[in-house]
C-alpha cells in the first residue's frame, strides 16, 4: 500500500520539483520567478496542441518519447522508498534499473538522428559521451551500497546504515550527487536554459518535438530527475536511520531540499568549460571506486 | 571504518585524488598543505590512548611544517615565476585520475598481502601509505613545472612516513625529527632552485631544461 501511494506521489509530484528548482533561482536573481505550478501548466498546453512531424523522420522518433516514458515508470516501480521495499522487487534489479535509465538515452539518441539534424548528430554524440562517462559512477556507487547493505534487490539498499558505513556513503552521495546533475542535464555539466547554444547537450536532442510528443519527454525528464533523485534522499534516510510510518514525509521534504540545493547549485556555479567535464565524471568515477574499494576492505 | 585513524586515511587518499586532477598550481600547494595537516593529526589520532608528551611534539612539528612552512615557500616560489597552473603535462588530468584508480586497486590488493606487525592498526594504513608513495612518484613523472614536482616529493615523503608508523609502533623522536629536518632542507633547496631557475630562464618547466646542454 506504501509503496502504491509512493509511486502515486512520485508520478504527481516530479514535475512539482521542476518548479521548486526555478523558484530557487528566481530567488537567487532577485526575480519574482514562475508559479511553482508553471511545469503543469506547460505539459496541459502542450497536451492540447498538435504534433508536428518532419519528413524526414521515420517511426522510431514517434515511438522513442513512449519508450522513454515507460522506461521510467518502469524503473520508478523498483524505487523504495527508505526501508519499504518497492512494488516490484527481485534478485539483481539493480542492474535492471540501471540499465533502464541506459534504454531511455538510446531511444532519445536514435531519435535525435533519425531527424537527421546534424546539429542534434552534435547533441547525441555529447549526450553518448558524457554518460559513457557518468556509468561507471552510477554502477560502482550503486554496488558500494549493495555490498554494504549485503542485498543485490534494490529494495533491500537503503536499510538503516550502521555507523561505520557513514562515510562511504557520504562519497557514494557526492558522487552520486555528480551522476544526478549529468544525467539531468543540470549545470554545471549542461545548463538547461540554453537554447541555439553550441554547448547544449540534452536540450538539443529534443528540439524537433512538439505538442504532446515533447510533453511525454519533458514528463520523462521530470521522472528521471524524480527518481535518480530520490536515490541520494534514500542514501539520506539509511545515512539517520529513519524507520516508520514518518518515512514518506521525511522523504518528500528530502526531495523539496533536493532540489533547492539544485537551484543553489546553478546560481551558484557557471557551466564548466566543456573540456573539464570528462574530468568532473571521471572524479566521480573515482569516488566511487574508492567508496567501493572501503566497503570490500572494512566489511569483508 | 570504524575510527577516526580511517576516516584520516580515507581524507589522505581523496587529497591524493585531488593533487591527480587539478591543473592550478596553487590548488596543488593548497591540498598538499591540507595533506601534511591531516598527516599531524594521524599521528595524534594513531596514538590517542597514550598521549606522551612525544606525540604532541611530533603532532605539532609536522603540522606546522607539512602545513604551514612548506606551503608558504612554495607559495613564494610561485609567486616569483608567473605561472599559475600546469598547462601541458605528461599525463592529462583524466588520464591521472584514472591512473590514480589503478594505483588505488595496487595498494588496496598490497594492503591485503602485507601483514602488519603493530597489533591494532588500521587496515587501511599500508593501502594509504603505498597509495599516496605511488601517486607522489607518478606526479613526479608526469607533471612538467618544478612545483609540482616538490608536491609530489613532499605526497610521496607523507606515504613513506605513513609506512613508518604502520610498521614500527614507536620511532624514536629524534628519528622522526631528523627526517622532518631533511624533508625541511630539501623543500628549501628546492624552493630556492625554482626561484634561480625561474631567474635565468623566465619559467619553472623542468622539460624544458633541456637547452641547458647547449
Redesign the interface.
Given at each position: 500500500m506504501i509503496s502504491l501511494m509512493y509511486i502515486l506521489m512520485a508520478l504527481l509530484m516530479a514535475p512539482f520539483l521542476q518548479g521548486i528548482v526555478n523558484r530557487t533561482k528566481a530567488f537567487f536573481a532577485g526575480r519574482q520567478g514562475q508559479p511553482l505550478l508553471q511545469s503543469y501548466f506547460d505539459l496541459y498546453k502542450l497536451v492540447c496542441k498538435d504534433a508536428v512531424y518532419s519528413r524526414t523522420t521515420t517511426w522510431i522518433f514517434k515511438a522513442s518519447p513512449i519508450i522513454g516514458l515507460a522506461c521510467m515508470l518502469a524503473a520508478l516501480m523498483f524505487l523504495p522508498a527508505g526501508p519499504y521495499p518497492a512494488l516490484v522487487h527481485f534478485e539483481c534489479d539493480i542492474i535492471l534499473f540501471v540499465y533502464l535509465f541506459g534504454l531511455m538515452r538510446f531511444f532519445i539518441v536514435l531519435a535525435a538522428l533519425d531527424t537527421g539534424s546534424g546539429f542534434e548528430g552534435m547533441g547525441a554524440s555529447r549526450e553518448v559521451f558524457f554518460s559513457a562517462l557518468a556509468e561507471p559512477a552510477l554502477v560502482f556507487g550503486v554496488a558500494t551500497l549493495a555490498r554494504r547493505a549485503e542485498s543485490i534487490s534494490l529494495s533491500g539498499l537503503f536499510g538503516p546504515a550502521a555507523a561505520c558505513a557513514l562515510p562511504i556513503l557520504a562519497l557514494v552521495a557526492v558522487s552520486l550527487f555528480i551522476v544526478f546533475l549529468a544525467e539531468n542535464s543540470r549545470i554545471p555539466i549542461d545548463d538547461p536554459n540554453t537554447h541555439l547554444e553550441l554547448t547544449m547537450i540534452h536540450e538539443v536532442m529534443i528540439l524537433d518535438y512538439s505538442g504532446p510528443d515533447l510533453a511525454l519527454v519533458l514528463y520523462a525528464a521530470a521522472l528521471k530527475f524524480w527518481i535518480l533523485g530520490a536515490l541520494m534522499v534514500n542514501i539520506f534516510l539509511a545515512f539517520i536511520g529513519l524507520d516508520g510510518p514518518a518515512v514518506i514525509p521525511v522523504f518528500a521534504a528530502g526531495m523539496i531540499i533536493l532540489a533547492v540545493i539544485v537551484g543553489i547549485v546553478e546560481s551558484a556555479m557557471a557551466r564548466l568549460r566543456f573540456l573539464k567535464v570528462p574530468q568532473l565524471l571521471v572524479g566521480a568515477g573515482v569516488l566511487s571506486a574508492l567508496a567501493f574499494a572501503l566497503v570490500l576492505r572494512l566489511n569483508g | 571504518?570504524?575510527n577516526i585513524v580511517?576516516?584520516i586515511l580515507?581524507f589522505l587518499?581523496?587529497s591524493g585524488?585531488g593533487l591527480l586532477?587539478s591543473s592550478r598550481l596553487v590548488s596543488c600547494i593548497r591540498i598538499a598543505a591540507a595533506q601534511g595537516t591531516a598527516l599531524g593529526f594521524l599521528v595524534l589520532a594513531q596514538s590517542f590512548g597514550v598521549l606522551s608528551l612525544r606525540v604532541i611534539f611530533i603532532t605539532v612539528a609536522v603540522v606546522v611544517l607539512k602545513g604551514f612552512v612548506f606551503p608558504h615557500l612554495l607559495e613564494r616560489a610561485l609567486r616569483e615565476s608567473d605561472t599559475s597552473r600546469e598547462v601541458q603535462p605528461f599525463v592529462g588530468?583524466?588520464g591521472s585520475?584514472?591512473t590514480?584508480?589503478i594505483i588505488?586497486?595496487f595498494s588496496?590488493w598490497l594492503?591485503?598481502k602485507a601483514a602488519l606487525p603493530v597489533a591494532g592498526a588500521s587496515?587501511?594504513i599500508v593501502?594509504g601509505a603505498f597509495f599516496l608513495f605511488l601517486v607522489g612518484l607518478f606526479l613526479i613523472v608526469a607533471r612538467k613545472t618544478a612545483i609540482n614536482q616538490v608536491v609530489g616529493y613532499l605526497v610521496m615523503e607523507n606515504g613513506i612516513y605513513i609506512f613508518g608508523f604502520a610498521t614500527v609502533a614507536e620511532i624514536p623522536a629524534l628519528v622522526e625529527l631528523g627526517v622532518l629536518l631533511d624533508v625541511f632542507v630539501a623543500v628549501f633547496v628546492m624552493g630556492i632552485a625554482i626561484y634561480r631557475i625561474n631567474k635565468a630562464f623566465d619559467h619553472i618547466d623542468s622539460d624544458r631544461l633541456r637547452s641547458l646542454k647547449g
Open positions: - | 571504518m570504524n580511517d576516516l580515507v587518499i581523496l585524488f586532477g588530468y583524466v585520475l584514472v590514480g584508480v588505488l586497486v588496496f594492503g591485503l587496515s587501511i593501502t
